[in-house]
């Protein structure tokens, strides 16, 4: 049940991150301080323990997976929801009415399924695994919901709507988590495919975000959250 549990804490931070659009009681320019943590973070789970694992589960093939994962996710954020901004304010003339809202929350959708799928099949190899990957995922998730909030006021949807859209990346989370935990056997498939979303994330999201920050504080707080993953490593993996 520890994914499950802890699915549902990603789900409340998809819809944290909806509150700071309706309620607006937080600062948002903190949220760079996540993307930027998050993204630092999620690359190092990438390259230090999802595509080792994989390699050791699938073999070379696993490659060929983490492939499929980051094309997958490439096409329905250029098809489904195009261009829009991970985290920041979305403002007016990025967002063309109801259709485009939605589109974006269908892409959104699909990459936050495989959240879910991550964290269980991180769980499947080892309980380190999966907390190390709860942590990587779970920074971002408040900007998500964030996103997609405000993605669905600029479209003309009201509160209610905004914050159930990011309900929504929490439940497609969840189901993601109990998706993987019904078909545990092929963790060797989920796992890198997983790997490959969340690389699509951090390097064609979550990175962009920040390089359009001026200064160098965000792009110093990458290395942090890098730094945190190659200690958190080392700690708990060895």
Not at 40 to 54: A, D, K, T, Y
Not at 62 to 69: D, K, S, T, W
């Amino acid at each position: 049940m520890l994914p499950v549990l802890l699915g549902l804490t990603a789900a409340i931070g998809e819809v944290f991150g909806g509150l700071i659009i309706v309620r607006q009681h937080w600062e948002r320019r903190y949220l760079q301080y996540f993307i930027a943590l998050g993204a630092g973070f999620l690359l190092g789970v990438v390259f230090l323990e999802m595509i080792p694992e994989s390699l050791h589960l699938a073999g070379e093939k696993a490659l060929y997976f983490v492939l499929i994962g980051y094309l997958l996710v490439h096409m329905a954020e250029h098809t489904l929801s195009s261009h829009f901004h991970f985290g920041e304010e979305v403002h007016g003339s990025e967002v063309a009415g109801g259709f485009r809202s939605f589109s974006v929350l269908a892409g959104l959708l699909i990459h936050a399924f495989f959240d879910g799928i991550a964290i269980t099949s991180g769980f499947i190899v080892s309980t380190s695994l999966g907390l190390v990957l709860f942590a990587a995922i779970f920074l971002h998730k408040i900007p998500e919901g964030f996103t997609v909030a405000s993605v669905m006021v600029v479209g003309g949807q009201g509160p209610r709507v905004a914050l159930l859209s990011a309900a929504l990346l929490g439940a497609s989370t969840v189901a993601g988590i109990l998706a993987m935990m019904l078909f545990a056997v092929h963790v060797g498939v989920g796992l890198p495919i997983a790997a490959g979303v969340c690389f699509y994330v951090a390097a064609s999201d979550l990175i962009p975000e920040i390089n359009q920050q001026p200064g160098i504080r965000l792009a110093l707080v990458v290395f942090v959250g890098v730094g945190l993953l190659v200690w958190l490593h080392y700690l708990l993996l060895g």
